[in-house]
């Protein structure tokens, strides 16, 4: 499966961005689960947000918990992360993940197979 993350950009804090990421290859895309991930600079790659095979389960870090939603559209073999009232600490590389991890897992980055080349989002105050 090959990655492809878009929609970065520059955003007042309060505002809102939507990043997505397409997938290519010969892998079903529904067959994975799918994280977001964020990397600031000279800090660790965190958890954003994941979404189960169907789209029926969601998972959310506690920093964007009711902030950020993510949605698939298997037919399109696209995953969207929807960001509403960003604040500056949201600033990062955001990066998207496709994998098989079972739930108590799916937090982590070491249990994704493969990424996209990440996408910047820049959060100004």
């Known amino acids: 499966v090959q990655l492809q993350a878009s929609g970065g950009g520059l955003v007042q804090a309060g505002g809102s961005l939507s990043v997505s990421c397409a997938a290519s290859?010969?892998?079903?895309?529904?067959?994975?689960?799918m994280g977001w991930f964020r990397q600031a600079p000279g800090k660790e790659r965190e958890f954003v947000a994941a979404?189960?095979?169907?789209?029926?389960?969601?998972y959310y870090g506690n920093s964007v918990l009711g902030r950020f939603t993510i949605a698939r559209d298997n037919a399109k073999n696209t995953v969207y992360l929807q960001m509403n009232s960003l604040k500056p600490e949201d600033t990062a590389v955001y990066f998207c993940?496709?994998?098989?991890?079972?739930?108590?897992?799916?937090?982590?980055?070491?249990?994704?197979?493969?990424w996209g080349q990440g996408t910047l989002v820049t959060v100004s105050s």
């Open positions: 993940a496709a994998g098989r991890p079972i739930k108590s897992t799916i937090r982590q980055p070491a249990n994704y197979y493969y």
């Open positions: 290859g010969r892998s079903a895309f529904s067959t994975y689960a």
């Open positions: 979404i189960s095979v169907s789209g029926g389960t969601t």
